[in-house]
């Protein structure tokens, strides 16, 4: 054996270890093949991925940088550095790596859905191209998975079970998750049987609780794509949904295959899939506001008590005395990701500090216990004019909640935009900190808008960047006189926390899908 394919084959080992989670014997397994051929670009490229996964971020770029210096034209290493640059904020150094590897490697439906979520990040892009960009990911995939049929004579039938699967890898602690379980948990299985189809690799308690909601649940991680949509044929699915879009460990080359007569998009990604294949997308007549269809090619079915139901973490801590008081000044925050916080809105939030005297900001994202991040974060600030000593940063906690406790750290929350906080948003008015969010023009801008209506919070909604400072401004100004404890109150009073009633409006869109599916002329 030529020690080139001896040092592939260790990698090949050392990544089988990487997904079980031995991150030490893969590192090891990726050095052994590099003694063997010290120009192994694989071997740098996925001791890279370990490092990138441990948050050693300089080592990761340097190892990646190896690897195309090695080889330039290594797609799979492209698109691995612009990960990595994406969750620094190097938001169009990024978009460039990814667009390389796309034209290297086109058929890497993976690389292409990278680089269309990473296109939601960026500010100066606007909606009509992320649409066009869409559209190519189905034209650019080779035709291996096999195509299903669907009779028409099988959509008129009114069965006395609609049967929906639900097709994600984030059954599991995830942020997905607080939003997926309130409906799971309260489908009226009279009318509706459950199928999970779980790319979950490693299971947790959440895992466990999804599937005792399931009437039936397929392990499906090791099953490759074509093997999937034969399942889900088989188990004749009658509406499958898509919890994934263009994120990470997507199965949309299953969606593509059209398994189910009725296919559907909702939550996990906030925009369209650009699948001629998938007929529906689940949104809101403020995330989706008449007028936007034209952006998205499948149908929008608006949802009047909203597109998202959220479930409080158990054990939650209390809503706590707000930092002010004791810190008599006030203190802004955002724990939003990396990616999100882009010059346009620090110069935005610059201009929010400038106006309330000895304000402070804390930010909290995982990457941020990274020195370089840290230091690219602090030197944004400094461009607009914001000293160090204002800013606060903050990497991942041990647990969620040592994680909602910082919560306690923050007087008022500032959304980013265009691509607005889901998760982090409900968190914070769930730990009783009002959010201040801008009203975009697009699905992943007006997600805070969304939640803050369904709240009743709409005094917290900007139209423009200079009624989102005049609004903090405001807010902060009146803090004293902000009724702050019953935010949380009024959260778990909203739609946004009933899960019943989401439910119920959930399955008469599902109904509304199928009848409108039974009787479209030339249904397939």
């Not at 031995?22 to 052994?32: I, P």
């Not at 990473?118 to 096999?146: A, D, F, G, R």
Request: net charge negative.
């Amino acid at each position: 054996m030529k020690s080139s394919d001896e040092a592939l084959h260790i990698v090949a080992e050392g990544k089988r270890l990487r997904s079980l989670g031995n991150l030490d014997l893969a590192l090891d397994a990726f050095s052994f093949a590099l003694k063997i051929d010290p120009d192994c670009a694989e071997a740098y490229n996925y001791s890279a991925v370990v490092y990138f996964e441990r948050g050693r971020l300089t080592e990761a770029e340097r190892l990646y940088d190896r690897a195309l210096e090695i080889r330039e034209n290594y797609a799979e290493a492209l698109n691995n550095k612009a990960n990595l640059l994406n969750v620094q904020g190097r938001i169009v150094e990024s978009y460039n790596c990814y667009a390389k590897a796309v034209a290297i490697r086109p058929e890497l439906f993976q690389i292409r859905s990278n680089l269309l979520l990473s296109m939601n990040y960026n500010p100066l892009l606007y909606q009509q191209e992320i649409y066009e960009e869409s559209l190519k990911w189905e034209s650019c995939q080779p035709s291996i998975v096999t195509r299903f049929i669907h009779p028409k004579s099988q959509l008129s039938i009114s069965p006395k079970k609609i049967r929906i699967g639900y097709v994600s890898p984030d059954f599991r602690c995830h942020s997905v998750a607080y939003f997926l379980e309130p409906l799971l948990k309260n489908h009226d299985k009279n009318c509706f049987e459950i199928f999970c189809y779980s790319d979950v690799v490693r299971h947790d308690a959440t895992t466990s609780r999804f599937r005792s909601y399931a009437d039936v649940w397929q392990d499906t991680h090791e099953m490759n794509d074509d093997e999937l949509a034969q399942c889900i044929y088989h188990d004749d699915v009658h509406i499958l949904v898509d919890l994934t879009g263009h994120t990470a460990n997507n199965r949309l080359r299953v969606f593509a295959a059209k398994p189910a007569p009725v296919q559907v998009s909702w939550l996990g990604y906030p925009n369209t899939t650009g699948l001629s294949t998938i007929d529906y997308r689940i949104t809101d007549d403020i995330a989706d506001p008449e007028g936007a269809d034209c952006f998205y090619s499948e149908k929008l079915m608006r949802l009047a008590s909203g597109f998202l139901c959220y479930l409080p973490p158990k054990d939650a801590p209390p809503v706590s005395e707000r930092p002010h008081i004791r810190n008599r000044f006030i203190t802004f925050g955002s724990f939003n990701s990396i990616p999100k916080i882009s010059p346009e809105l620090v110069a935005v939030w610059a201009a929010v500090l400038k106006r309330v005297k000895g304000s402070e900001i804390l930010l909290k994202s995982k990457y941020l216990a990274d020195p370089t991040i840290r230091s690219r974060c602090l030197g944004l600030f400094a461009e607009f004019g914001i000293r160090p000593e204002r800013i606060k940063l903050l990497g991942a906690e041990p647990s969620m909640n040592e994680h909602l406790n910082r919560y306690a750290e923050m007087d008022i929350a500032l959304d980013t935009f265009p691509y607005n906080g889901t998760t982090t948003t409900c968190e914070a008015l769930w730990m009783g900190v009002p959010v201040v969010t801008l009203k975009g023009d697009r699905h992943s801008g007006r997600v805070g808008a969304s939640i803050l209506s369904h709240v009743g919070l709409n005094e917290f909604i900007a139209v423009s960047s200079d009624e989102y400072v005049n609004i903090a401004v405001r807010a902060a100004h009146n803090i004293d006189s902000l009724v702050l404890n019953s935010v949380r109150e009024r959260l778990l009073a909203s739609p946004l926390c009933n899960g019943d009633l989401f439910a119920r409006s959930f399955e008469s869109a599902l109904r509304d899908m199928w009848e409108m599916q039974a009787n479209k002329p030339g249904a397939v």
